[in-house]
């Protein structure tokens, strides 16, 4: 946080600097230009305003206060630069006029930082307890085989790019293959928009529209907009649950600190908080947090100057490493496992075989593909693989709209997505032991509603296609 307040600090005094150059460049400071000079120059207004209201259209869209799929920053900047470009070109003296009202609205905004920057400051100064990255319970062994629930959760995964309209020639032989012996649920209903509201809510069976973390770093959520907050109960969640009905619990994952929030309920657990190595790190000085956006915006630009490609091959082996313990440890009944693929931006190459700076999120979907048979064919060397229930899902669809206009979005991307297209809906699998069949569950369904039948499943209450079928004809 101290980092973040120093990044806001400076990117004011930057602008403020940009902005009194403009001024001296357009007459209004200093000696006035001759008037040729100052028609060429006024027009960067256009250009000023365009970028600040794309800025800010894709800051409404991530925050989900924005979600018509047609609007996007691109577009923003067009609509707002294009509208000043006319105004000028039909009445130049209504031009001015504008442009001057519109630095009176973004100066009035700017005083928000009179606020923002204290919050950011304490923030920055306030202790919190450093996370435990990885614990183990020591546990009995148990019987072989026994009865087990595997929880595959792949990170913004769309049942419509992975099903419905597959993008040509992209295989995905085990997706494909475990559809075939599964229970398909087709039209599942998102949740929300974010992993750090998403999967908690699974988790404890509620709605989460809001989440922010205390000083003492407890996770607290609002049920609903504007209501009060309430503090996440590992006790309350489906690991709890399996507690009581006396199931071991592990997770390995990615993202959400789920070492913190459930070191209660777990008896095997495994976190990354950081995917990506271009974020702010409490294990980087503030200085080395200061510098991380500038670069990130050069391995943006040069690809492998700062982020190469062994790093991130290096993140995602240990990541597949730490889930394929967990699938294998069969000292665990209940094992969640949270894979941030196919999530953005790519950094897989379908046509090499190899992970690599770049790629789309179709690459990203061979990759997560390649990652379930791995995974499965983990499960299959158990000797409780036939007696263990698999759940495959996703939090959340294919986040179009955030994804579109930042960084690593490809030509494939923009074909693949219909141009900007949104299909919310997430993904979910359920295969039961033995099961050689498929059923398509085409009813529509809240994901909310996962909470209930896995906890229906660790109460021995769903254990068969027939009994899923039954529970979804109530939802």
């Given amino acids: 946080m101290r980092a973040l307040a120093i990044d806001v600090v400076l990117l004011t005094l930057f602008a403020t600097v940009a902005v009194r150059l403009l001024e001296s460049a357009d007459g209004e400071v200093g000696r006035p230009w001759p008037l040729y000079r100052r028609r060429f120059v006024i027009l960067v207004w256009a250009l000023w305003f365009g970028v600040l209201a794309a800025r800010a259209t894709a800051g ?42 519109l630095r009176v609205a973004v100066l009035l905004l700017g005083f928000s930082i009179f606020w923002v920057l204290p919050g950011l400051v304490v923030a920055g100064f306030a202790h919190q307890p450093r996370d435990q990255a990885e614990f183990q319970k020591p546990l009995p062994a148990k019987a072989t085989p026994h009865q087990r629930i595997l929880w595959l959760l792949f990170d913004e995964m769309s049942c419509d790019q992975v099903f419905d309209h597959r993008w040509p020639g992209l295989e995905l032989p085990n997706l494909d293959r475990l559809r075939g012996h599964s229970v398909t649920f087709s039209a599942m209903q998102p949740d929300g928009y974010f992993t750090e509201q998403i999967i908690p809510s699974l988790f404890a069976g509620k709605p989460f529209v809001d989440t922010r973390s205390t000083e003492s770093g407890d996770l607290l959520y ?43 309920q777990l008896d095997f657990c495994s976190q990354r908080l950081i995917v990506f190595g271009e974020h702010l790190s409490r294990d980087k000085s503030t200085w080395g947090n200061v510098t991380a956006p500038i670069h990130a915006m050069w391995a943006r630009a040069l690809h492998e100057r700062y982020e190469t490609a062994p790093s991130q091959a290096e993140i995602f082996a240990g990541m597949l490493s730490s889930a394929r313990r967990l699938v294998t440890d069969e000292n665990i009944d209940f094992a969640f496992v949270h894979l941030y693929l196919p999530h953005p931006p790519g950094f897989y190459d379908r046509k090499t075989g190899k992970v690599a700076i770049g790629g789309s999120y179709i690459d990203n979907l061979a990759l997560a593909d390649r990652s379930l048979g791995d995974l499965l064919q983990a499960l299959g060397t158990t000797k409780s693989a036939g007696e263990t229930t698999l759940i495959v899902s996703s939090d959340h669809s294919w986040r179009v709209g955030i994804w579109r206009d930042g960084f690593g979005w490809t030509r494939e991307d923009e074909l693949a997505s219909g141009h900007g297209h949104f299909d919310p809906r997430p993904m979910l699998m359920v295969r039961f032991p033995s099961e050689i069949a498929s059923t398509d569950i085409a009813r529509p369904i809240p994901l909310l509603a996962m909470h209930s039948m896995i906890e229906r499943m660790i109460a021995g209450e769903i254990g068969d296609p027939h009994e899923l079928e039954a529970w979804a004809e109530k939802q």
């Fill in 222 to 264: 609002r049920s609903v907009t504007g209501g009060g907050w309430s503090k996440f109960d590992g006790n309350e969640s489906l690991f709890g649950d399996a507690q009581r009905e006396g199931w071991t619990t592990g997770v390995s994952g990615d993202y959400n600190p789920y070492c913190r929030m459930l070191k209660d």
């Fill in 60 to 101: 409404l869209i991530v925050a989900q206060v924005l979600s018509w799929q047609q609007l996007s920053g691109g577009r923003a900047f067009a609509l707002v630069a294009g509208m000043l470009l006319v105004v000028w070109l039909i009445a130049p003296r209504w031009y001015v006029v504008a442009v001057q009202g």
